[in-house]
């Protein structure tokens, strides 16, 4: 279910408090429509050099973020929030998935081929691993779900915390 959350980015924010924020208002605004449903809300960022890179505006943004993480490192945070939605159930809980990702060297002309490819849209930092860019990608640390958008290990021992069972 669409949440419809304004994810405008607090100056003073930190990109851990930014997404822990943007997943609570997520699930919070949902929950009242599915009373008695567990809940999950999530955003899924990408940190280098401490700025944030949400989803690209325009073709010239996707090309500035993936300049930027061409050759270099960066943090993918995804916070998560699960409102179990039942009477006896453990409280809200989020959690915030750092994944750490290297990127190889990306020339102009395989940045103008996957901006092209049209896969850039809609994604955090301008790039989906799980498609076409999984070519640029030289090492993941942690989580290769979480990169993908949702941290499923994560999820899955929320809902077991919270009594929630999953198969």
């Given amino acids: 279910m669409s949440s ?6 607090d100056p003073e924010e930190t990109p851990d408090g930014y997404v822990r924020r943007v997943a609570q208002q997520k699930a ?3 929950a009242p429509g599915v009373p008695g449903r567990p809940i999950l809300g999530a955003d899924t960022v990408v940190v280098i050099d401490n700025h944030v890179l949400g989803k690209p505006d325009d073709e010239k943004d996707a090309r ?27 409280r ?12 190889a060297p990306i020339s102009e002309s395989e940045i103008r081929w996957y901006i092209d490819s049209g896969e850039p849209w809609d994604k955090a930092g301008a790039y989906a ?10 090492r993941i640390e942690g989580s290769y779900s979480n990169v993908v958008g ?3 290990a994560d999820v899955y021992a929320m809902c077991t915390r919270a009594g929630i069972l999953v198969s």
């Fill in 4 to 9: 419809e959350v304004d994810e405008t980015m």
């Fill in 64 to 90: 500035r973020m993936l300049r930027l993480l061409s050759g270099r490192e960066h943090v993918v945070m995804t916070g998560v929030c699960l409102i179990p939605g039942r009477e006896g159930s453990t």
């Fill in 28 to 30: 919070e605004a949902v």
């Fill in 92 to 103: 809200k809980q989020i959690v915030v998935a750092r994944t750490l990702v290297e990127f």
């Fill in 129 to 138: 691993v799980q498609g076409l860019a999984s070519r640029f990608v030289t």
């Fill in 150 to 152: 949702l941290p499923v």
